[in-house]
């Protein structure tokens, strides 16, 4: 029997950090590659405590079928808490629990993008999105990332040049993979340009609590007064990603749909992870737990740029993150990182090839991504000094 | 800020039964027309003691990131499981954990069907899954099911006439919404006709394990030798919906398909209720527990149609299911269930019409769905008796 693939699939290939992380699996090997939140972070006994009352004092609501748009206090706790802490929701707006940030942004995919159509998506950006954009056939147009965000020039540009955009896709705070954030005259000139062009914007989220500093830029969806900002969230990087919880507030017509696309793809949201985030955030001080992500990323990320400083070629540039979890870092030299990769696995130390966030995969890339949020300080300084020696030898 | 819905969502809308369940929440009105297990059966206590056990003990296999093919053990439960109770797996085979049957229909049809692509269902069926294929733009083809399943000669006319076809999509056992089982002879002149053309299998089983006498017919997958037939299975039924857990057994080749869509669409199954069903396997008898299902729901099924023996008119013909969760009623007399269901309202008791499970969900239909699982056995002969006032007056 021979397998006929569908055409929007019969391309798509796994992503490439997986192979990568075949090489983590070997102990002796640092990996600079993930994205994964600091396990230690985990409020793993308070979520043990709420898992059993749960299942014992409301074992109905916790097992059976429950309604697609999420579980109601749930939803209620997130229009607050997103009220509250970000500016977000207006009558005109609706929102749909899913099953972590990811299924967000592929069902809207799925509700809004014909084949063919564009998705404008900054360059580099999470392939985990742009991969749900090419499932769908969409033709991808990469805007350039500066160190204040998106190049709103090379926006216009793209904008005059293509027909039929769907959606502008943009993570604007603490970048995945650059770590930068847009500043807030950009946010309002990208609000701007896609009000007058009638273009919808999809806004990613899921690091902005994790700002070193405390200080928050604010969203784009806070400025939504047309309806024309989808805000994807997610509990992934501020509780737990096991628990595959994530948020999309958007107006309410899209969000009807995106309720039906939901029903078609899994019916709903596990029970459990929806009432153990519910009864987190009515129990314990979720913001208090951010807190603690926020002091524990922001000396790894500044223990891994020292590191950086010291072991690192002087002419090779990275960005300086105020939050997150990455630093984007360029060899230049048309060096290629995916080749020199293999070196690096050869020295025990991984990180994730830049072309691996671009709209053209097999293009030569000279940028990396780097990851501190699970390391040890140890294992952080070890894995820049390895990595430092196979970039020394490659400038050579 | 008008909002364009892509082709192939701009016409799904949500299921009618949704709709029907608004009236379903006044406690005076008797619905038929779910198709929830009986909460009474949820091992609950039990799922309790090991979410709290494993978080405590397994923090960071219960919270962090999993893979997207599912948690190792259980991946390995669920195929020791399929081997054991229906013969299922061969070295050609490989095995995805997804979030609940649904999802595995849904990730197949976005890897196999491209649009105007052929999809054959049996009419009527599962509007979960007729949806999913509507929703990637696949035509439907029904085949008509006898009390002993599908019409194979219809079958055989239908491949003659069309092309493009992708796969055949049957629930052999104790089927929704009939409640009729294809019988052995007919599974296997049905997987020769697929062969014999070149055509997969879906073969949808989350109604099996519930064999109201213990008999269980053989799985179309267990006559597998070709690669032809691809598995759905689910715990839904067997343990706890709310908890979201599925499992697609198919050949290798598309597996490996589906773990990319399913990485596409929401990286992986939330870890926690994966735990648990792993746990509940390992420490507690499930045979014993769907006993206790087989045992409670062929009471209701026999109370119910005892009951529609006593007060349904005599010329309405209705299936005697020998499992499951659902009886199919016809009416007859060119009656319209969608127009006598505001009838049924009226007398405050809730069923499916039968045109929900059709192709053309427009057409007027003389059928309908019952079901008996979550209701006493009192509200079960309350609501026939109900019901059979409103036919009774229909067919004067």
New interface residues.
Partial sequence: ?????????ST????AI?EIFKYAADPSVISLAGG??N?EL?P??A???I??KV??ES????????ITEGYGPLREAIKARLDRTEGIGTENDDLIV???G??GI?LVT??????GDVVIVEEPSFI?AT??FR??GAKLVGVPVESDGMNLDALEKVIAENKNIRFIYTIPTFQNPMGVTMSVEKRKKLYDIALKN?I?ILEDNPYGELTFDGVKTPTIKSMDK???VMYSGSF?KIL?????LGFLCA?R??IA?V???K???????????QL?ATEYMAQFDLDALILKMRENYAHKCSTMLSAMDEYFPKDITYTRPGGGLFIWCDLGHDLDTLELSKAAIAEKVVYVPGNTFMVDMDKKCSSLRLNYSTMSDEKIVEGIRRLGTVFHQALK
Wanted: charged share 15%; with cysteine; aromatic share 4%.
């Fill in positions: 029997m021979e397998y006929t693939i569908s055409n929007r699939m798509m290939r796994g992503s997986r994964n939140p396990p985990f793993a006994e979520l043990a405590d898992a059993a299942l014992h074992p109905v609501t916790a097992l059976q079928y429950g899913v099953s972590g990811q299924q592929e799925k509700c809004l993008v014909n084949e985990g991969n749900a499932s769908y009638g919808l047309d309806g024309i992934s737990a990603p096991g628990l595959r107006p017509e899209i749909k309720v039906v696309a029903q078609i793809s899994d019916v709903h949201t596990p029970m459990l992870p153990l």
